[in-house]
């Protein structure tokens, strides 16, 4: 029996199993088992391959098996195929996991000639424990004072990206940086198990499948082993989730939840209701979603309301204090095609006037919060324009603060200098003609910092 292709017999004899004899012997017998499982793929499971009779007590062999077979045969099932779940989810290519530089992708640039074995297999070895994936490796470079050599994977503006230093004389990694992107059906079955349970916990659908996964990692010089963040996007014919892992535990779930959810209460839904029609002027507009969401690292829990269209209320309590936010995420901002157009855009938001701003923001602060805005400081960010904030401060000083105008107003002013304390705080977006798209109160806890 002659394999058309004997690639396969040449890598037998790169490392580890150099020193594994492999004979003709062993590769038929290797051949015989893979056809044998490729002719009954319907009955691998059940059948016993030939020469084997079931119940057949097998004799006792004079002399052990060499250790070749066994591995000759790991390597050549390796080559043939990849490690299914019962559920059809392919895990990983079994090649790659057992023989890992085997997959991985060089580049034509001279610099690939910098990599020794060593650090082709923790290249090889990083990407895919980390990352899920392979990345084409497209520089190497050994820097002359540490004598760490760099190597670069993917492309910087792309999204799969990787940056890595390793030991110029171990090949060991020292620093990382990486980032990339795999399908639902490649996340590890160490994830995918948590699902269902993370799902059912907030009352969301835990029949929701696996559509994208974002991956990074990051290490810095003296860490043991790096950082895997996974983030995760769920989603069926009705409903849609997150979910975000720091290496294995779980640290945000996030649901669309039935209209019905006992979550919701009526008075939550009225109080909701009142306060987009505060924002938008229009009354009875329907309810539409109710999405909940847990982030244990921030120790909060958000329920959002979506209404209509265009309008969302998110209700969040957390460590830090609560928050309350009524948004209109229409989009009102004009289309902006040269940098010109920028320019002047946020040349006309700069210039509407504060006086204008709380003129339009009061009234609806007044009716959702029943607060009155004359109370609070008022900061324009213009590190975010369309952006402000009043703030109740316990430091108001009696002196007053000058605004860009020259008038001397204890309520009122344009300087971005953050106050010392701040415990209460109403944050707003607006457009170029003072249009109110979003009002977010944020209530800081005594013993909280600002979130």
Do not use: C
């Amino acid at each position: 029996m002659k394999h058309p292709n004997d690639n396969w017999e040449k890598e037998i004899q790169k490392e580890p199993f150099a020193e594994s004899p492999f004979t003709e012997k062993h590769k038929q017998h290797v051949f015989q088992q893979v056809s044998w499982s490729q002719t009954t793929p319907k009955q691998a499971g059940k059948l016993h391959p030939p020469g084997r009779i079931p119940n057949d007590p097998i004799k006792p062999r004079k002399r052990r098996l060499r250790s070749g077979s066994v591995i000759g045969g790991v390597v050549v099932a390796a080559l043939a195929g990849a490690f299914i779940l019962w559920n059809g989810q392919i895990v990983e290519p079994v090649v790659e996991r057992f023989y890992p530089t085997a997959s991985l992708q060089l580049s034509d640039d001279p610099s690939m000639s910098l990599l020794t074995d060593k650090m082709k297999r923790t290249v090889a070895i990083t990407m895919r424990d980390y990352l899920g994936k392979q990345i084409q490796v497209t520089l190497a470079k050994k820097g002359p004072i540490t004598g760490w050599v760099y190597v670069e994977a993917g492309q910087e503006l792309e999204t799969d990206y990787a940056q890595m230093w390793l030991d110029g004389e171990t090949g060991a990694l020292v620093e990382l940086n990486m980032r990339g992107e795999i399908p639902g059906d490649r996340l590890e079955h160490r994830f995918v198990r948590q699902i269902p349970g993370l799902l059912a916990d907030i009352g969301s659908d835990s029949s929701m499948k696996p559509v994208r996964v974002l991956r990074s990692a990051v290490m810095k010089k003296g860490e043991e082993t790096p950082t895997m963040n996974t983030s995760l996007t769920l989603q069926n014919d009705q409903s849609y989730g997150e979910i975000r892992w720091r290496r294995d535990q779980a640290i945000h779930v996030s649901g669309d939840l039935k209209l019905d959810t006992e979550r919701v209460t009526a008075e939550m839904l009225q109080t909701a209701q009142e306060a987009i029609e505060a924002l938008s002027g229009e009354s009875a507009i329907p309810l539409r979603e109710v999405s909940y969401s847990r982030d244990d690292d921030q120790s909060e829990e958000s329920i959002n309301l979506t209404f209509g269209d265009h309008y969302l209320v998110r209700s969040t309590q957390g460590k830090l204090g609560t928050q309350y936010a009524v948004v209109d995420y229409k989009r009102y901002m004009p289309e902006l095609k040269t940098m010109e157009d920028h320019e002047n855009y946020s040349e006309k938001l700069l210039s509407v006037q504060e006086e204008t701003i709380r003129q339009h923001a009061a009234p609806m602060v007044k009716q959702i919060f029943n607060i009155d805005l004359g109370d609070y400081t008022f900061y324009r960010d213009t590190s975010n324009l369309g952006m402000a904030s009043f703030r109740l401060e316990d430091n108001q000083g009696s002196e007053g603060i000058t605004d860009s105008g020259g008038t001397t107003d204890s309520k009122s002013t344009t300087d971005l200098e953050e106050p010392s304390e701040t415990k209460d705080e109403i944050q707003i977006r607006y457009t170029h003609d003072a249009r109110i798209t979003m009002i977010e109160r944020i209530q800081h806890e005594e013993n909280g910092s600002k979130s």
